[in-house]
């Protein structure tokens, strides 16, 4: 499995900006499709967006498409997700995930690797 830690979270006014990152170590990165989901108190963790493997095509939940960036960087190991136009339901923890090989279905069930998290809070 390949190990992951995300950072970048934080406070921002709702309309700002953050940019979340997540290093991968342990295995060949481009190995991996990468994606980002999003936990937020009192509801189910849900998929934000994904990336495929070199050459990287995405894929974003609805809610985010337009203010939201997936990219990586194989040669860093690091995918990021630029967040833009943030509002107050944009506040979760927000994980990053790896599956080897191709992005599957995009369900939780289908990304083996899971980052510890990081916080997002959108002040209104």
């Known amino acids: 499995q390949v190990q992951l830690v995300e950072s970048g979270g934080g406070l921002v006014q709702a309309g700002g900006s953050l940019r979340l990152s997540c290093a991968a170590s342990?295995?060949?990165?481009?190995?991996?499709?990468m994606a980002w989901f999003r936990h937020s108190p009192g509801k189910e963790r849900e998929f934000v967006t994904a990336?495929?493997?070199?050459?990287?095509?995405?894929f974003y939940a609805d809610s985010v498409k337009g203010r939201f960036t997936i990219s990586r960087d194989n040669a860093k190991n690091t995918v990021y997700l630029q967040m833009n136009s943030l509002k107050p339901k944009d506040a979760a923890v927000y994980y990053c995930?790896?599956?080897?090989?191709?992005?599957?279905?995009?369900?939780?069930?289908?990304?083996?690797?899971w980052g510890p998290g990081t916080r997002v809070t959108v002040s209104s």
């Open positions: 342990g295995r060949i990165f481009s190995n991996y499709a």
């Open positions: 990336i495929a493997r070199d050459p990287g095509s995405t």
């Open positions: 995930a790896a599956r080897l090989g191709n992005w599957g279905q995009l369900s939780e069930r289908d990304f083996g690797s």
